[in-house]
């Protein structure tokens, strides 16, 4: 298997290297004019032909235009203006160092408008390493949630842990330039959004927590007056179910006012299966357990809703307010079955929780935005407040043979977690004439997270008593206060671009915890941030860009609170109050050779925490949970190649990764590391005008981290759509992990004892999906950030 990687790179390698040694700079001139004789203003493009990727484009007044430094054989025209109809016209290099096209004759623009449309790329690999991922009319956007669409995107990893970048670790998001939560994906209507940008190497200007940044973007529109689009979908998984979601969404614009509103509802079944052992071989304390879990949830409501204004004070400032919620109830039954032996006996514990949760979150959001000047230098004012309220009233029947008797009992879980986060945030830029950027901020978050559990016990048909080692009472206040500048600059000749920031965060928090004894956690930090990061163009289209970032991971809330989840008498997941946050140091190097991007780099984190289960209080007893390791270290190497041709595109990507963990005081057993290997393809067919098919594949291995054994996994999905009514019904066939290949398993040992996992989710489905918009919109103005998304992200 390496020998083949390793022959593929070299040799996509040495054609890159045939097509750069000829050289080529050659320019484009000529004059634009109507058949009258009219010679108008307008833009000029030039695409890549086979993908319609960008590679120069200029202003032109009077007809005249010119392109220079063109490096490519053939090149796609593209002319626009409000003043004629757009035209594409492709032009042949054949050794002339200038080519002049004396007379483009294009069709004055009449008022019955004829839309002409360039294909845009798929994918799009920019010089920093940021990867755009295009969605808008792909199968990608007929997904039920931006999860599942972050899960098929190349590089991007969705599993238990969370969401991350391969090569890098977990990821933070953001949406239209603000931050958001996991939590906050399902508010986002797939079909809205226009492209994802992968960033590898973020700027100081983004949160300094995460390894990398998802940067969701949703679609403009470009004309006053409404627009209303309407989503079904209807999907079925032998694993899990059928699922339906719906959507509609409203974009308004006159005048000065301008506004958008979304309304969502989710309901049927999804499933979550895992069946774990863990055994002691050591005759002393021998044990063989297995567990087998099942949650089977139904979506009795999960309904998403917001509403958006935005009114324009003058020409360059805007006021906009907005709200957003959600509403769920969720019912269900988790069953489980835990059989354990020992030197003593053989036990067996059955139980079956019925679900009875409820969850609500509003969040407001104020925003003032003022342009300085012609150049785009701007000032950025915003807060927002944030409440989540959840309840859950979870009633579980258990029975169980130890000894060979019979025993039952009843329990029920009572919790409420309540969590409010105030934010703010400034932002001014600066730009130059020579359009260098200089770009500070500042920012405050404060958060109050408490929940109240109580465990309460009933013993055959007695009443119920409360578990005073089951129940609990956490408390957790933390403030941020953050400040960042950063400078963007380039050479003048434009053939160096760099970018240098820092950012600094000091952070305050205090965690009360009363669970048989008080206990009370209090700790303040300050950290530096800085980013640095160059790319430098050469003659021959290549790009060699380096970049280094400074990033902190916090613990998510809930991970820290120690409010423990029964699932039977041995077995509880429960969160870790002493959690420390931990600190990453990545470099990163890539190199631009026309269609093909080399990366290479090297990540060390300080403080890494990971899941385990570990001994609880009692000898045959489990506690999953977050421990700090002392470090981690990362290597890591990739090689993408973008295809085009008028009916197909395909991005292809390989990547290699090696991971060593230094345990620390965490007893894991070295299990030795070996490179791990990812391989993503997507294919786009244009079968004919209105039908197009997709086909995406990717591949995870054997992953060995030194610490952790992680098993191959993989997913093959295919989509079949067609147009309907002038596009404005679109239909589509989406057959998805078609062999259920996205299952999460491997195995470890801590202390005395070798755990093996197997996980899988409902990503087994086929699923029908109608899409329909209607009205007319233009000039769509509506802007919001959600300044407090930074905390929020770790409500979960």
């Avoid at 000091?506 to 669970?515: A, D, K």
Wanted: aromatic content about 14%; proline content about 2%.
């Amino acid at each position: 298997m390496k020998k083949i990687i390793i022959a593929i790179v070299c040799l996509t390698f040495f054609l890159d290297s045939q097509q750069v040694l000829g050289q080529i700079n050659y320019s484009i001139t000529g004059k634009v004019q109507t058949k009258s004789g009219y010679l108008p203003s307008g833009n000029v493009v030039a695409l890549h032909p086979h993908d319609s990727t960008f590679i120069k484009g200029a202003f032109f007044q009077q007809g005249i235009f010119t392109l220079k430094d063109i490096t490519h054989q053939k090149v796609l025209l593209k002319f626009s203006s409000l003043e004629f109809e757009p035209l594409l016209l492709q032009v042949k290099y054949e050794g002339n160092p200038v080519i002049t096209l004396n007379e483009v004759i294009v069709k004055e623009l009449s008022l019955d408008d004829i839309t002409i449309t360039a294909r845009k790329p798929v994918y799009q690999q920019k010089a920093n390493g940021t990867l755009e991922v295009l969605i808008a009319n792909t199968v990608l956007s007929s997904s039920n949630s931006v999860r599942e669409i972050l899960s098929k995107s190349p590089d991007v990893i969705v599993d238990d842990e969370g969401i991350s970048v391969f090569g890098k670790g977990d990821a933070i998001l953001y949406l239209n330039g603000k931050r958001i939560t996991e939590d906050q994906l399902a508010l986002i209507v797939p079909a809205n959004i226009q492209k994802v940008e992968i960033i590898r190497n973020p700027s100081a200007k983004y949160d300094a927590e995460g390894a990398a940044v998802i940067h969701i973007k949703t679609i403009k529109k470009n004309d006053d007056g409404y627009q209303v689009r309407l989503l079904q979908n209807v999907s079925h998984s032998e694993f899990g179910g059928s699922q339906m979601y719906s959507n509609i969404n409203l974009n308004y614009n006159q005048g000065r006012l301008s506004g958008q509103g979304y309304y969502s509802v989710r309901l049927g079944e999804e499933r979550m299966h895992l069946f774990t052992t863990r055994n002691r071989d050591d005759a002393a304390t021998f044990l063989r357990t297995s567990v087998d879990t099942d949650w089977q949830y139904d979506f009795d409501y999960y309904a998403y809703y917001g509403l958006g204004l935005q009114y324009d004070l003058t020409k360059n400032s805007y006021f906009s307010i907005k709200y957003d919620g959600f509403s769920e109830v969720l019912g269900g039954n988790q069953y489980s079955k835990n059989n354990i032996i020992d030197n003593t006996n053989s036990s067996v514990y059955q139980n079956n929780m019925y679900f009875d949760e409820r969850d609500k979150n509003h969040s407001f959001s104020l925003n003032y935005h003022l342009t300085l000047d012609s150049l785009g230098s701007n000032l950025f004012v915003g807060g927002q407040y944030s409440g989540f309220d959840n309840r859950a009233d979870n009633f579980i029947d258990e029975n169980s043979v130890e000894g060979g008797v019979n025993l039952s009992r009843s329990l029920n879980s009572l919790l409420n977690l309540k969590i409010n986060i105030l934010s703010a945030q400034a932002d001014f830029q600066k730009v130059f004439a020579n359009k260098n950027t200089l770009e500070a901020g500042l920012r405050y978050n404060y958060v109050d997270n408490g929940s109240a559990t109580d465990f309460m016990v009933r013993q055959n048909e007695g009443d119920f008593v409360r578990d005073n080692n089951l129940s609990n009472r956490f408390s957790y206040l933390e403030s941020i206060g953050a400040a960042y500048v950063t400078f963007q600059g380039s050479t003048r000749s434009n053939k160096l671009n760099y970018s240098v920031g820092l950012r600094s965060e000091y952070t305050q928090y205090n965690l009360e915890v009363s669970q048989a004894t008080d206990q009370l956690i209090e700790r303040s930090y300050l950290s530096f941030f800085p980013n640095i990061s160059a790319s430098l163009k050469l003659a021959d289209e290549r790009i060699i860009s380096f970049a280094y970032t400074s990033r902190i991971r916090r613990p998510a809330y809930q991970r820290l609170n120690p409010v423990l989840i029964y699932q039977d008498p041995y077995t509880s997941i429960q969160g870790n109050p002493t959690l420390t946050p931990s600190q990453a140091h990545a470099f990163e190097l890539n190199s631009q050779i026309k269609a093909t991007t080399y990366k290479v780099g090297y990540t060390y984190t300080d403080n890494h925490f990971t899941g385990a289960a570990i001994r609880g209080d009692t000898p045959n007893s489990y506690v999953l949970t977050r421990v700090n390791l002392q470090a981690k270290s990362q290597f890591f190497a990739s090689v993408s190649r973008t295809f085009g041709y008028k009916w197909w595109t395909s991005i292809n990507t390989l990547n290699v990764n090696y991971t060593r963990f230094l345990k620390g005081e965490v007893d894991f057993e070295e299990i030795g590391s070996r490179p791990n290997f990812y391989f993503y393809t997507n294919n786009r067919f244009d079968l004919t005008k209105s039908i197009q098919a997709e086909v995406l594949f990717w591949y995870l291995g054997d992953n060995y981290e030194g610490l952790y054994h992680r098993r191959s996994m993989h997913n093959l999905t295919i989509a079949v759509s067609k147009s309907f009514f002038a596009k404005a019904l679109k239909v589509r066939l989406i057959a998805n992990d078609i062999f259920h290949g996205y299952i999460a398993s491997g195995n470890y040992n801590v202390g005395d004892t070798d755990i093996y996992y197997n996980r899988r989710w409902t990503t087994n489905y086929f699923r029908l999906s109608l899409t329909y918009n209607f009205g007319q919109i233009k000039k769509a103005r509506y802007n919001n950030k959600s300044v407090g998304e930074e905390q929020k992200k770790r409500v979960r």
